[in-house]
């Protein structure tokens, strides 16, 4: 039955866009979060099994301040010295890669990243001092902890000088380089890409909230347990392969050899 000629029928654009919004919502899983959330302070580790790390800061320059007595400009129509922001993460067995500037929600937000031989001397660094660090290998596991104290920073006049809300968050984030054995991220999972989280409140953390991070991994890579499987996979079928020829020949040379008889 056809619609009347007063019936509404759906325009095609609008009815592509659906199309493409539905595949999209999923593509991204059901309860997954469409916008990435977004931290006022935040630190992400990759952490490599030689005890060897880069570690990245994406922060508001009001939560340096608060958090680790940075001496920087709050005001966010201020002029931003980007070697300033350098120096301020520099220091023995480090090395800053990167040092970039951006606006958010009417603040200014540096990005740093920091590499370190060892893993240990983050602590030897000013921004991350408040934190302390150990990398034990035992046999076939290593063990990472990291226990963050209490800020260094200077009390913030809020909301005028951070333009904060009470809503903002911290995050410390690590990524893995091995299978993880046991770890106590508040969340109880593991990320994609063996990512794992230990989120606050940036309240919490101004007061001084206790933040321990636990994690054992084994010693070998994933990378690493990849290739020896492949290569494991690799040489079975190849030894398959042989077998079967030879199985093969082995039967064609009974007949020949019986009608030779």
């Not at 603040?107 to 030897?124: G, I, T, W, Y």
């Not at 209490?150 to 995050?171: C, D, F, H, I, Y």
């Not at 093969?248 to 008889?261: D, I, L």
Request: aromatic residues 8%; charged residues 20%; contains cysteine.
């Amino acid at each position: 039955m056809s619609p009347g000629p007063g019936a509404l029928r759906p325009h095609p654009l609008l009815f592509a866009l659906l199309l493409m919004a539905a595949t999209f919502a999923a593509s991204c899983g059901v309860g997954s979060s469409v916008f990435k959330k977004e931290y006022e302070y935040e630190e992400e580790l990759y952490l490599a099994l030689d005890g060897s790390a880069t570690l990245n800061v994406n922060a508001s320059i009001a939560a340096l301040v608060a958090l680790r007595g940075a001496d920087l400009p709050v005001d966010p129509k201020a002029r931003v010295d980007r070697e300033l922001v350098r120096g301020l993460f520099s220091g023995p067995g480090a090395t800053v890669a990167r040092v970039s500037l951006s606006r958010r929600d009417t603040r200014r937000f540096v990005h740093v990243s920091v590499d370190v031989e060892d893993v240990r001397a983050l602590q030897r660094l000013a921004p991350f001092a408040w934190s302390s660090y150990r990398f034990d290998r035992q046999g076939e596991t290593v063990e990472y902890r990291q226990t963050v104290g209490s800020p260094a920073g200077r009390p913030m006049k809020a909301p005028t000088e951070t333009a904060w809300n009470g809503q903002e968050l911290v995050v410390f984030r690590m990524h893995v380089p091995s299978r993880i054995e046991f770890h106590n991220a508040p969340s109880r999972r593991v990320e994609r890409g063996n990512i794992l989280e230990w989120e606050q409140p940036l309240a919490e953390r101004l007061a001084g909230a206790p933040l321990d991070i636990q994690v054992q991994m084994q010693a070998q890579s994933i990378l690493s347990r990849t290739l020896l499987l492949f290569g494991s996979t690799i040489v079975a079928a190849a030894l398959t392969f042989a077998v079967v020829i030879w199985w093969v020949a082995r039967r064609g040379r009974r007949p020949a050899v019986a009608e030779s008889r």
